[in-house]
């Protein structure tokens, strides 16, 4: 039996609605594979069109995306990868957003997540080693909202209750919490620093630069350094880089909140305004240029309203990007 979907259009108040006819999804497989067999470029084509007429078709989004993974393979210049990488995991979060188990099993989805994964990890080493860091968040953003997309289900359903956190997997060295945290932060977390002496040094060179401008140097705040500490001990330990707070549960990240109400949990004398991330540099100064040369974070550390500023640094192995940085300021 063929399935259809009936979508009434209405056009003007004495005008009658005109059925519009969706193919199944089996048919529609099987347009798009003659399509590809016919090249590349009418691929691009009829998928493109299809997405015109509805973003949410998560048949013509797996196409897409499985074409720009193409292209990436055919065309490695740096500029031109990281463009399709771009567009793949747009294309890629739609097929996992409106698309089904039955589907993904169908196109093997599985596969291509591989493909998109591994990518991942090699494009977010290069863009963050040459320094290229407003590319690294947008990429890493994206990504991270894939991974969102994945596990949209889990994120708004209680945790099952095989999944225990182990207080034992959070131990502390003199009273300093090492990770990994879950949940939100109270505000009362005193996350290890094993890297004051180099958080000094990236304060230090900031203030440099911010008193050459004519800026009055930025003050550390122990609170804000508790903040920026925290968010940075749970980016490693979890492996995640992204300004909002995930838990990771198996290998499915949990969004469970955002970056300003972080802050504030440790910090609410005065307003918080800025919050910076790098990842994968293992010096202050190497971190520094990463900011220095990204537009938007450059207006962070040279905000003349900020006053205050905490600097927390991790490292963890195990992780993505081994070192990561959080530079967070308030007015």
């Known amino acids: 039996m063929i399935t259809v979907f009936l979508v009434a259009l209405y056009s003007g108040a004495n005008s009658m609605p005109r059925p519009v006819w969706h193919p199944s999804t089996e048919t529609q497989i099987k347009r798009f594979e003659k399509k590809k067999s016919a090249g590349a470029f009418s691929l691009y084509r009829y998928a493109s069109k299809k997405i015109a007429r509805n973003a949410t ?7 897409l995306a499985d074409y720009y993974l193409q292209l990436i393979s055919s065309d490695t210049s740096a500029r031109n990868a990281y463009r399709n990488f771009s567009r793949c995991l747009s294309h890629a979060r739609k097929f996992e957003r409106y698309g089904n188990a039955g589907l993904t099993a169908r196109l093997k989805w599985d596969e291509s997540r591989e493909q998109i994964d591994s990518l991942y990890q090699e494009m977010a080493k290069v863009l963050s080693a040459s320094g290229e860091i407003e590319r690294f968040d ?33 131990f502390t060295v003199d009273g300093y919490a090492k990770g990994p945290f879950f949940g939100m932060p109270s505000g009362n977390e005193k996350a290890i620093g094993s890297f004051e002496s180099e958080e000094w040094k ?49 290998e499915e990240l949990r969004e469970i909140g955002t970056t300003f109400p972080r802050i504030r949990t440790f910090y609410n004398e005065t307003f918080v305004n800025s919050e910076n991330l790098a990842a994968g540099s293992s010096d202050p100064e190497g971190t520094y240029d990463q900011w220095f040369n990204s537009p938007g974070h450059n207006r962070n550390m040279f905000n003349k309203s900020s006053k205050f500023v905490g600097l927390g ?7 993505s990007f081994k070192y990561y940085w959080v530079f967070c300021t308030a007015m």
């Open 57 to 63: 078709n998560p048949v013509a989004n797996y196409y």
């Open 313 to 319: 640094v991790a490292f963890d192995p195990n992780s």
């Open 138 to 170: 947008l990429i890493s953003s994206k990504y991270g909202r894939l991974k969102n997309a994945q596990v949209s289900e889990l994120a708004s359903t209680p945790a099952s209750a095989d999944v225990v956190y182990d207080e034992a997997t959070k």
């Open 202 to 250: 990236l304060l230090e060179i900031i203030n440099k630069a911010r008193i050459e401008k004519g800026l009055d140097p930025l003050k550390m705040q122990p609170d804000l350094v508790r903040a920026a500490r925290y968010h940075a001990v749970d980016m490693a330990t979890q492996d995640y880089f992204s300004h909002n707070s995930y838990d990771r549960v198996g």
